[in-house]
Nanobody, 119 residues
Framework: QVQLVESGGGLVQAGGSLRLSCAASGRTSSIYAVGWFRQAPGKAREWLAT????????AYADSVKGRFTISRDNANNTVYLQMNSLKPEDTAVYYC????????????WGQGTRVTVSS
C-alpha cells in the first residue's frame, strides 16, 4: 500500500504563492506518476498536473499552465505543487494522488489540504 499526505495549504492573498507538498510512504516503488487535483465547493474535482515519478515528465491543465509547477524529490518521496499568481478562484481543497505502474487511473489518494485565496 501507499500513503499520501498533503501539506502546505492555507490562506493567501490574491497574487500570492503557496507550495504544496505530497509525501509518499509505503510501497512507493509501485508509483508510476503522481497528480494534483482540486475540488472547490459545489464543483467537480479538477485535474491540475501530473508528474512521472522516474523521468519527471510533467503535464498541466490549461487552467494552471504557466502559474503552477509540479516537481518531485525522489530521495524524499515527495511531490510539490508550486502555485504562483493565485486567484480567488483557486480556492479549493487540493489533493495529490498516485497512479500505479500499468494503470491509467489514480488509486492512491491523500486526505487533502485546503487553500483559500482572498481577494
Amino acid at each position: 500500500q501507499v500513503q499520501l499526505v498533503e501539506s502546505g495549504g492555507g490562506l493567501v492573498q490574491a497574487g500570492g504563492s503557496l507550495r504544496l507538498s505530497c509525501a509518499a510512504s509505503g510501497r512507493t516503488s509501485s508509483i508510476y506518476a503522481v497528480g494534483w487535483f482540486r475540488q472547490a465547493p459545489g464543483k467537480a474535482r479538477e485535474w491540475l498536473a501530473t508528474i512521472t515519478w522516474s523521468s519527471g515528465s510533467a503535464a498541466y491543465a490549461d487552467s494552471v499552465k504557466g502559474r503552477f509547477t509540479i516537481s518531485r524529490d525522489n530521495a524524499n518521496n515527495t511531490v510539490y505543487l508550486q502555485m504562483n499568481s493565485l486567484k480567488p478562484e483557486d480556492t479549493a481543497v487540493y489533493y495529490c494522488a498516485g497512479r500505479r505502474i500499468g494503470m491509467a487511473t489514480f488509486v492512491y489518494w491523500g486526505q487533502g489540504t485546503r487553500v483559500t485565496v482572498s481577494s
